[in-house]
Each structure stands twice: as C-alpha cells, then as structure tokens.
C-alpha cells in the first residue's frame, strides 16, 4: 500500500520569502501526485497534479512542484509566499486502479510572517 | 455547476444520537468518498464507493454507515453517535474508476460534527 510523509507539521515564512513543502511517498510503481490546500473553515482544493511526463509541474496561485524518483519526493514551492497562502498542504499519492482513491499525508501548517 | 455539496454545514449531536450527513455532486463522478479530518491525523478515508450500487470500507469505517443512493448522492450515517466521532466531515467525487489511474478528487466544504 502507498504511504505519504510531510515531515513538517508547520513552517512559518516570511512575507516574500520563497517557500518549499516536503513531502515523500512511497509506491512501488510510478506513483500519481497532488498537491492541495486549505484554507481555514473550508475543504481541499486542488494545487497541482503530477501523472507523467515533464517533473517539474506548475499549478494554480504560482505554486510548483517537482517530482524526483531517486528520492521518492515531490517537494512543493513557491518563490515569493504571500500573506493569503497561509493555510494547510496536503500531500496525495494515487495508484493504478486504486479504487478507494489517494492517501493524504497528515499536513503542513504554514504560517506567514509579516 | 456546484460540484460537491455537503449538509449540514454545522451539527451537535449528544452521545447516542443519530444523524445523517448528506453529499451531492454534479460533476457525473463515478467515485464518491468520505473522509474525517482531525487535528495532526490528516485525513481519513471512512468510506468510498468506486460506482453506483457499490460501497467499501476505508481505513476507518467503525461506527459508520453509507448509502449510494444513486450516481449523485453519497450520504454517511451515524447510527449512535460517540464523543470520539467530533470531526470534520469531508465527502469527496472523483473521475475515478476500477482499473484506471488516480484522478484528483472534488472535495465539499465540510460538516463540522461535536457530539456531547
């Protein structure tokens, strides 16, 4: 069965500074990718998704992330964090045929200083 | 187009109670699923269907039950409710099907549950 890390529980940036999320997973195959947020009171949203092909993939609000095999990650970033971007990420993995769908890591708390 | 709907938005229930939480989409999925989100747990799946007619048990589905009432509708039942079911209650839909790749899934906005 897959399985999601986010090793961090909260990280807090400064405004403008450049952010990256961690997230590792662990499949046997090549392994299907999202990345979601969610802002307080609300549920999932969908940042970004990686199937195949390029690894470095972008998604909505100038996120991106970037899928290496080598070391089971698929590291979430964003170049200059905003104070609307503090929220919780959540990191997916999906499989081949896997009916009941993704497995979600636990969650990254950001927090955005002024 | 409202995608996936969810009632209610807020419920108190006391020990023993039951209730039934509702879900809708409009996006023609054939998956559906719902999940609990508690504090440093992430989210758990509870219970899924892969299509109309069918439902499996999640990772956690003690204490729970769920109808397909049909392509549209997906609702979770708590038959006696327990303190230890205060969550937040998030149903989901998905392209997903039997054999395919993962599909990103749709979530509603949630249903905040306290029971007392």
């Known amino acids: 069965a897959q399985s999601v890390t986010q090793p961090d529980i909260h990280i807090t940036v400064s405004e403008g500074a450049s952010l990256e999320l961690r997230c590792n997973y662990s499949?046997?195959?090549?392994?299907?990718l999202f990345w979601y947020v969610q802002s307080p009171g609300q549920g999932l949203q969908l940042l970004l998704k990686?199937?195949?092909?390029?690894?470095l993939v972008q998604g909505i609000k100038g996120f991106e992330a970037e899928f290496k095999r080598s070391q089971s990650s698929f590291n979430l970033r964003k170049p200059s964090v905003h104070w609307s971007d503090a929220a919780e990420y959540f990191c997916?993995?999906?499989?081949?045929?896997?009916?009941?769908?993704?497995?979600f890591g636990k969650g990254t708390h950001l927090i955005i200083q002024p | 187009n409202a995608g996936v709907t969810q009632t209610p938005k807020f419920q108190v229930l006391k020990t023993g109670q039951s209730m039934t939480l509702q879900c809708a989409q409009d996006?023609?999925?054939?998956?559906m699923y719902w999940y609990r989100q508690d504090p440093g747990m992430g989210l758990r799946l509870i219970y899924y269907?892969?299509?109309?007619?069918?439902?499996d048990k999640g990772e956690v589905p003690n204490g729970y039950n769920v109808s397909r009432l049909n392509k549209r509708e997906f609702s979770l039942r708590l038959e006696s409710a327990a303190p230890s079911q205060t969550s937040v209650y998030f149903c989901?839909?998905?392209?997903?099907?039997?054999?395919?790749?993962?599909?990103?899934?749709?979530f509603g906005p949630g249903t905040r549950l306290t029971v007392t």
């Open positions: 996006m023609n999925h054939n998956s």
């Open positions: 989901a839909s998905s392209e997903q099907s039997p054999g395919q790749g993962a599909h990103e899934q749709y």
């Open positions: 990686y199937f195949s092909g390029d690894t």
């Open positions: 499949y046997g195959a090549t392994p299907y």
């Open positions: 269907s892969a299509s109309e007619g069918t439902t």
């Open positions: 997916a993995v999906g499989a081949v045929g896997g009916a009941d769908g993704l497995t």
